[in-house]
Nanobody, 128 residues
Framework: VQLVESGGDLVQTGGSLRLSCAAS????????IGWFRQAPGREREGVSC????????FYADSVKGRFTISRDNAKNTLYLQMNNLKPENAAVYYC??????????????????????WGQGTQVTVSS
């Protein structure tokens, strides 16, 4: 399995970015996938998760209403639309997937221990 992110960039406060994650190697669509981020000196935190190919989606409280996760199963691609970006959103964003679907509980509390595969990360920088 391979996850390849793209779309990270430098953007001004209030701006928007769309991250993409191209997934390959899965034998079915029945897997959970989402986004983590890690800022310098901070732990990696879950941002958003889709529990399965047509499952529920969840967001960290800090991004609700501004970020939207979407999944194109035909293209095996995951997206994260980020609007109204703030300096505290700056981080390396990682695409992360589990071999299986996740329960709503697991997806809502998206933690690294449920992740089987990681992308290499894409840098998001937000200037104030």
């Amino acid at each position: 399995v391979q996850l390849v992110e793209s779309g990270g960039d430098l953007v001004q406060t209030g701006g928007s970015l769309r991250l993409s994650c191209a997934a390959s190697g899965f034998t079915s669509d029945y897997y959970a996938i989402g986004w983590f981020r890690q800022a310098p000196g901070r732990e990696r935190e879950g941002v958003s998760c889709t529990a399965s190919s047509e499952g529920s989606t969840f967001y960290a409280d800090s991004v609700k209403g501004r970020f939207t996760i979407s999944r194109d199963n035909a293209k095996n691609t995951l997206y994260l639309q980020m609007n109204n970006l703030k300096p505290e959103n700056a981080a390396v964003y990682y695409c992360a997937a589990s071999e299986r679907s996740l329960s709503d509980f697991e997806c809502e509390g998206f933690r690294p221990h449920v992740v089987d595969y990681w992308g290499q990360g894409t840098q998001v920088t937000v200037s104030s």
